[in-house]
């Protein structure tokens, strides 16, 4: 077995750009500033996925120095982190995915979430869990202005 740890954060923007999280799109809710969609729980799950099978990282697949990737589907990019991942011979057992945010309540939306995740990465919804976090007033983050995730994965051989 091999576990991988992601971490993303990114600010929202006062661009119009939807929020884009888990591969679903959040009504009602700025989006993120980031070279590609800015889904941030989808770039930390590409970090741990990488990370748990010692590929290197997001930045290192899908640097954001690389016009390919300018306003990408981050849905696209982690079914190929995780063919990348398969390739190396492991299968995921397991995602377990924090999101650290005041705003949008995330709660309507984790089912949908687990869903489109589970579809992106050929599992079982089963295997995937979303919790969603405040921080609590605490910092930039506890302060509405961006979104942070963290992610742990399990790939087994």
């Not at 492991?90 to 995602?95: C, P, R, V």
Request: aromatic content about 4%; hydrophobic content about 45%.
């Amino acid at each position: 077995m091999r576990i991988g740890f992601g971490y993303d954060s990114h600010v929202f923007t006062d661009a119009a750009k939807p929020l884009m999280l888990g591969g679903v799109c959040i009504p009602d809710a700025p989006g993120l500033q980031a070279h590609s969609d800015g889904d941030v729980l989808i770039h930390a799950i590409i970090d741990a996925l990488f990370g748990a099978a010692a590929l290197g990282d997001i930045g290192s697949h899908f640097p954001d120095t690389d016009e390919r990737w300018k306003g990408a589907d981050s849905g696209k990019l982690l079914e190929a982190a995780m063919g990348e991942v398969r390739a190396a011979g492991y299968a995921l057992g397991n995602l377990d995915v924090t999101v650290i945010c005041e705003r949008p309540k995330l709660r309507p939306h984790v089912e949908a979430i687990r869903a489109r995740l589970a579809q992106l990465l050929g599992v079982a919804v089963g295997q995937i869990s979303v919790k969603g976090k405040t921080n609590e007033k605490m910092d930039d983050v506890g302060a509405g202005r961006g979104i942070v995730v963290h992610a742990v994965v399990l790939l087994t051989p």
